[in-house]
């Protein structure tokens, strides 16, 4: 179960002109955590009018051995805009684990990756993790070069393609059902998607357009949550899945595509 933590920043730099890698000592955190994860952040801004609102933020990697997690986000809040002026050696309260990790299965040899946004570090994070007979592709969509995760956060054998483009719906189909060549969902084992909802149902559409069968448990999508208690209590993230109501904060964030509405 979540519960609060003190921890403290063991290093904090810009990884692209947008993005930020927050390194933290939390050894309990490390131990425990899991691809898909994530944390909410105080962010003490006392200018912040949203300052008792805890920021989600999924976690990019774990060092066990050093007794470390990391964040990757991207400063453009007033709440992030205070977390990325922390220095090395601040302290900062979080709770986590949050969520579910990744359900991910032994038998997969081949891992197809594709998010935009905040989680693509969960994204980047289930590359990091995966058993070392699995092929996993990452495909990382942004409105710009300075959005996306750069590749030296990734381990050398993973295939990781970019797209910049300012029509995500576009882009996902473009990516995943390409005028030349075959699909990746054709040799795809799993997929794993980080999407907002409009360009998750357009992944949906072309799924159902190149797999003959689409089986329970062969797609994941994170289903956002805004922020909240993160323990369930307040329902502010409720939604509305073909398996009825369900909390993303404690029940998901990730949920079988086959589950979400309209899919």
């Known amino acids: 179960m979540a519960r609060q933590h003190t921890v403290e920043i063991a290093d904090h730099r810009q990884v692209t002109p947008r993005l930020r890698w927050l390194a ?38 774990a060092r066990h051995e050093l007794g470390q997690i990391a964040l990757l986000y991207a400063p453009d809040e007033p709440g992030l805009a205070w977390l990325a002026r922390r220095i090395p050696g601040d302290s900062l309260n ?18 197809l990756l594709i998010g935009a946004g905040a989680g693509l570090a969960a994204l ?58 075959p699909s990746p969902l054709a040799w795809a084992d799993a997929v794993v998607a980080a999407l907002p909802r409009a360009a998750l149902a357009t992944l949906v559409q072309v799924i159902r ?7 329970p448990g062969f797609a994941h999508a994170l289903i956002g949550a805004p922020p909240g208690c993160g323990f369930g209590a307040c329902g502010v993230c409720a939604i509305q899945l073909s398996s009825g109501v369900r909390l993303p904060c404690v029940e998901g964030p990730w949920f079988d595509v086959r589950e ?4």
């Open 24 to 61: 933290l000592h939390a050894p309990d955190l490390a131990q425990d955590v899991r691809p898909g994860h994530s944390l909410l952040v105080w962010c003490n801004d006392p200018g912040d009018p949203y300052r008792l609102l805890r920021r989600p933020l999924f976690v990019a990697a």
């Open 260 to 263: 979400v509405r309209g899919s």
């Open 124 to 181: 980047i994070f289930a590359a990091c993790a995966a058993p070392p007979h699995t092929i996993v592709t990452l495909i990382a969509i942004a409105g710009d070069q300075e959005g996306l995760p750069p590749p030296f956060l990734l381990p050398s054998a993973v295939e990781y393609e970019t797209i910049v483009s300012a029509d995500l719906t576009t882009a996902v189909a473009g990516a995943l059902q390409p005028a030349t060549g």
């Open 209 to 215: 357009a190149v797999r003959l069968r689409h089986l």
């Open 94 to 111: 979080v709770i986590g684990l949050c969520g579910r990790a990744l359900p991910f299965a032994d038998r997969q040899h081949n891992l």
